[in-house]
């Protein structure tokens, strides 16, 4: 095309390069920060665990920053937050859990704080005083995760990792148990009470029971539970009984166990088997009796002293027990009579390889039908005369008059004979009559008058016996001394005279040494007499007795 030279003139563009962007060095250092920082909170989002919330009822040494949660000792997250929920009434704590442990937070976890405690079970949180309150930790069995969770005011009695086995009772009443009271096993501690509560219509008492290992093997299917709580003292016809299991069962009470010897299943009870918790270990270790057969008996004396649950007694054996005590009036005299129901328990007393057959209420009227005929009574015993408690016997007395009974009916009426403690009240009182009548006063006075009497006799004897010492005797030994000189001296005359007379006359000395021999029998009687007298001097009273003869 050809120029125009009128047309403007417009300017041309020149193609150049394209310039590359440079970073100054200055920025290289700023950009490697930036790039650290985005790595570090990259691996700090991957590496934190979950946050949860607890809510708990207060929040007493629980603080942000500083309380940790531990499970079995070992640090696994910490609270970052404690406020107040939305209404006012609970305590929420936030707390980060570490990423390891994020697996344990499931729905049935626990939580709780743990501080000095003093319970039943004994002394926990001890270590808390230096280092101040933590939460504990238990891990659940549940599968769903969870990241809310409501707090444990009081720590468990037993964590899932104890190992052992958890048992039911059933009880009519708790009595003095409470949460961690003891179990025992043959005076051994080997669990404890672990929780209860009101079975839902009220009825009864349900008591949870944790038995470690490894004494959860001697619970068995046949295995009796009985309170040990504080101290046991009856008073019946057996007398006095006081049971005590242990010091501290007195004072918090307690649980034994133990399985009959008679049980022949000792396989070990699983876990959660329900058992009945007794009153006592004679009822707990008591053989079952079997069916029970009711009888009545009509008594015609008082039966104070004889109370629900004394013992029927045959040849001293038990064999039943007293259920019911009434007064019966009759229609006919308008007379009241102490009727006592009784339970008779076969079992006891029909031997299966005697009595062939099925031991039932038939089974025991015939065996008691035939006892009576030939004489069976029942009669009021005393089993502790102290303490006034009473049974029931039932004993031989061959000559009862013969009875008819009504076996037909629902309580059969037994015959009875008068006890003997009737017969000695009636004895006692007859001796005390008879001793009113013995006039006591005359004889105490007529006794007072014998003994004023007797008592001046002996003065009176007494004195002469001194008068016979100070004034007999002394006259007497001074009559023996001169008769002594006056014997000597007539020897040794008659010794001189012997000689004179030798070869004179022969008869005249024999009749001089007769007299002579005479003289000295007499000289020995008084010396003898004389010594008699000193030893006794009442002989000039009474006499001479033949057993104080010299």
């Known amino acids: 095309m050809p120029e125009n030279p009128d047309a403007p003139q417009v300017p041309q563009a020149t193609p150049e390069s394209r310039k590359r962007f440079m970073i100054s060095v200055v920025w290289i250092i700023p950009i490697l920060a930036a790039v650290v920082a985005v790595g570090i909170a990259v691996e700090r989002f991957l590496s934190e665990g979950p946050t949860i919330t607890i809510v708990f009822n207060t929040a007493e040494g629980i603080e942000a ?198 049980a022949g299943d000792d396989r070990p009870a699983a876990a959660h088997t329900v058992f009945t918790l007794y009153n006592d270990k004679a009822v707990a270790m008591a053989e079952e009796d079997g069916i029970a057969v009711r009888y009545a008996l009509y008594f015609d004396e008082s039966i104070r002293g004889l109370a629900v649950g004394a013992p029927v007694t045959l040849h001293g054996f038990p064999i039943g027990e007293v259920t019911n005590l009434a007064l019966e009036y009759s229609k006919n005299t308008m007379n009241a009579h102490p009727r006592v129901d009784i339970v008779l328990y076969p079992k006891r007393f029909l031997n299966p390889g005697v009595h062939a057959g099925v031991i039932d209420r038939n089974a025991c009227d015939a065996f008691l039908r035939h006892l009576i005929d030939h004489g069976l009574r029942a009669q009021l015993r005393s089993g502790n005369i102290l303490l006034g408690q009473l049974f029931v016997s039932l004993s031989y007395f061959p000559k009862a008059n013969p009875v008819t009974i009504e076996w037909k009916e629902a309580s059969p009426r037994l015959p009875v004979v008068q006890s003997g403690l009737v017969d000695f009240e009636e004895k006692i009182n007859s001796i005390l009559t008879k001793m009113e009548k013995v006039p006591f006063a005359a004889i105490g006075e007529e006794l007072k008058t014998t003994l004023t009497t007797l008592n001046q006799a002996l003065l009176d004897i007494r004195r002469a016996v001194g008068r016979l010492d100070q004034e007999v005797l002394p006259e007497a030994g001074k009559t023996m001394e001169d008769l002594r000189r006056a014997i000597a001296a007539t020897e040794n005359v008659l010794k001189s005279g012997e000689r004179n007379l030798i070869g004179r006359d022969a008869p005249a000395q024999q009749e001089l040494r007769e007299a002579l021999q005479e003289i000295a029998r007499a000289a020995r009687a008084v010396s003898t007499f004389t010594e008699y007298l000193e030893q006794n001097p009442g002989a000039l009273l009474r006499g001479k007795t033949q057993e104080n003869a010299p």
């Open 65 to 262: 920053g500083k309380t940790v949660v531990k499970y079995k000792d070992v640090n696994i997250g910490h609270v970052t937050q404690v406020q107040l929920s939305e209404d006012y009434s609970e305590v929420v704590v936030t707390a980060q859990i570490d990423k390891s442990a994020e697996g344990l937070l499931v729905e049935d976890a626990k939580f709780w704080v743990v501080q000095p405690r003093i319970s039943l079970s004994g002394i926990s949180g001890i270590g808390t005083l230096l280092s101040g309150n933590y939460i504990g930790f238990e891990a659940g069995k549940s599968s769903s995760p969870s990241n809310h969770f409501e707090g444990l005011e009081v720590p468990p009695v037993v964590t899932q990792s104890e190992p052992g086995k958890q048992f039911n009772l059933k009880a009519p009443a708790l009595g003095s148990l409470g949460i961690g009271s003891p179990v025992y096993y043959r005076l051994l501690n080997v669990g404890r009470v672990i929780a209860y509560d009101l079975v839902p219509d009220g009825s009864s008492v349900d008591i949870k029971v944790f038995v470690q290992a490894p004494y959860d093997r001697y619970v068995t299917e046949q295995t009796r539970f009985w309170q040990t709580s504080g101290i046991d003292v009856s008073l019946s016809a057996n007398g006095l009984s006081l049971k005590t299991q242990s010091i501290l069962s007195m004072l918090i009470g307690g649980i034994a166990f133990e399985t009959p010897p008679f």
